[in-house]
């Protein structure tokens, strides 16, 4: 296996015009199957944003005499997602669970999770998106089992994330492990309608 891994590469192949003289013939390497790999393009992340200097200073390694014609010093900038289109939910301690929850007029979804956990990072972006998409019919909070534990223990909480809806002060359903955002969502509508 690990030879086949150290005989297997990945060309790269810019977006910006580089000189052919500065690619060399053997870029594309035969592949398992006998066929050859076709270029693959970087450049393409959709979060970081590469300057020209620094794709022309990496393209200028590969043929060192041309390093003179470009300007060194490249750089990438971080270019920051729309972050206002999601909401954040704010988190529960176990004193403010009766008047947040149990006395809510509105249904809620409470996620109970762990920062130590993996899944529930997975689905935090979903629960903020979801507490935009339903604001005004449904309140959403978060609730970490390692700071409020008698909260987990009064429902039963084994495992996170999970997710309960309560209604009217009362558990009406409940969702364990990180599930996709439509499996929310229609949890969400069942308790709309009634």
């Given at each position: 296996?690990?030879?086949?891994?150290?005989?297997?590469?990945?060309?790269?192949?810019?977006?910006?015009?580089?000189?052919?003289?500065?690619?060399?013939?053997?870029?594309?390497?035969?592949?398992?199957?006998?066929?050859?790999?076709?270029?693959?393009?970087?450049?393409?992340?959709?979060?970081?944003?590469?300057?020209?200097?620094?794709?022309?200073?990496?393209?200028?390694?590969?043929?060192?005499?041309?390093?003179?014609?470009?300007?060194?010093?490249?750089?990438?900038?971080?270019?920051?997602?729309?972050?206002?289109?999601?909401?954040?939910?704010?988190?529960?301690?176990?004193?403010?669970?009766q008047t947040q929850v149990l006395e809510s007029d509105v249904p809620v979804l409470v996620e109970f999770w762990a920062p130590w956990c993996?899944?529930?990072?997975?689905?935090?972006?979903?629960?903020?998106?979801?507490?935009?998409?339903?604001?005004?019919?449904?309140?959403?909070?978060?609730?970490?089992?390692?700071?409020?534990?008698?909260?987990?223990?009064?429902?039963?909480?084994?495992?996170?994330?999970?997710?309960?809806?309560?209604?009217?002060?009362?558990?009406?359903?409940?969702?364990?492990?990180?599930?996709?955002?439509?499996?929310?969502?229609?949890?969400?509508?069942?308790?709309?309608?009634?």
């Amino acid at each position: 296996m690990a030879s086949l891994l150290d005989s297997l590469t990945v060309t790269r192949v810019f977006s910006l015009p580089i000189a052919s003289s500065s690619i060399s013939s053997a870029s594309a390497v035969p592949s398992v199957s006998g066929r050859r790999i076709s270029p693959v393009r970087v450049l393409e992340f959709k979060g970081l944003k590469a300057s020209r200097s620094l794709v022309t200073q990496s393209a200028s390694l590969v043929g060192a005499n041309r390093r003179s014609r470009f300007a060194r010093g490249g750089r990438i900038a971080c270019e920051a997602q729309d972050t206002t289109a999601a909401v954040e939910v704010p988190n529960l301690s176990d004193s403010e669970w009766q008047t947040q929850v149990l006395e809510s007029d509105v249904p809620v979804l409470v996620e109970f999770w762990a920062p130590w956990c993996g899944p529930c990072r997975m689905i935090h972006p979903i629960v903020d998106q979801l507490a935009k998409d339903f604001a005004g019919k449904f309140k959403f909070y978060k609730i970490n089992t390692d700071e409020s534990p008698n909260t987990a223990n009064r429902y039963g909480i084994r495992s996170v994330p999970t997710v309960i809806i309560f209604k009217g002060g009362e558990k009406k359903d409940s969702i364990i492990g990180a599930v996709p955002r439509e499996t929310l969502e229609k949890t969400i509508e069942r308790f709309l309608v009634e």
